[in-house]
């Protein structure tokens, strides 16, 4: 069935460094991929999107690219804040295959220092 | 206003007892999901809804059951308190399958 892998957290940085967390998907559809975060002790608020191959998604300085030919939609940003430490999770939704049912990674804590 | 609300948030309860968290989403969303966040933080769905008719129902106890009486609520009530029913449990509405997901803010149950 449809799977994703996310790197192995929790992931230390200094602020103002620069971010990437890794994730790689396997679906016999085509997915739709998302990222989602949960800041301690909240909800899940989805971060960004894309629906199609080669789509890039954005926001608050975030930003991946859907790699179809890699199976990738890996996470960055440019320079890291105290305020982006929480629990990021990689996900798919495959209308064709699942359901419509979102398929999450395992999250990976980002743990950012002063 | 908030888009996917969910009650209570936190709950406390003994083992054996009988629970109920309420979930609306006030976003016109025609479907609706119930997901879990076990200790190491991993989501998994347990059931969706799409216009009050269980469409998803992943392999979870029967102590759970879900009621959708319209469109925009999805309760979920758990019989039957056990231990590892301890969890965060997440309310989500989308307009149709496929299409982006909206979460709640959780509920934290904790059976002691």
């Known amino acids: 069935g449809d799977s994703v892998t996310q790197m192995e957290g929790p992931v230390t940085l200094s602020e103002e460094a620069f971010l990437t967390i890794n994730c790689t998907y396997t679906?016999?559809?085509?997915?739709?991929l998302f990222w989602y975060v949960q800041y301690p002790g909240e909800g899940l608020q989805l971060l960004l999107k894309?629906?199609?191959?080669?789509d890039k998604g954005s926001n608050k300085g975030f930003e991946a690219t859907y790699r179809k030919e890699t199976t990738s939609f890996h996470l960055e940003k440019g320079s890291v804040q105290v305020s982006d430490s929480a629990v990021y999770f990689c996900?798919?939704?495959?209308?064709?295959?699942?359901?419509?049912?979102?398929?999450f990674g395992q999250g990976t804590e980002l743990s950012v220092k002063p | 206003d908030t888009a996917v609300s969910q009650t209570p948030k936190y709950l406390v309860t003994q083992m054996g007892n009988d629970k109920s968290i309420k979930c609306e989403q006030n976003?016109?969303?025609?479907?609706m999901y119930w997901y879990k966040q076990d200790s190491k933080k991993f989501l998994k769905i347990m059931f969706s809804?799409?216009?009050?008719?269980?469409?998803i129902n992943e392999t979870v106890p029967n102590r759970f059951s879900p009621k959708s009486p319209d469109k925009a609520h999805l309760n979920l009530h758990i019989n039957s308190l056990e231990l590892g029913d301890s969890a965060v449990y997440f309310c989500?509405?989308?307009?149709?399958?496929?299409?982006?997901?909206?979460f709640g803010e959780g509920s934290w149950l904790t059976v002691v």
């Open positions: 976003l016109g969303h025609d479907t």
């Open positions: 989500a509405s989308s307009r149709g399958r496929g299409n982006t997901i909206y």
């Open positions: 894309a629906t199609k191959a080669d």
């Open positions: 679906a016999t559809g085509y997915p739709s």
């Open positions: 809804y799409n216009n009050k008719e269980l469409i």
């Open positions: 996900a798919l939704i495959d209308i064709y295959n699942q359901g419509g049912k979102l398929i």
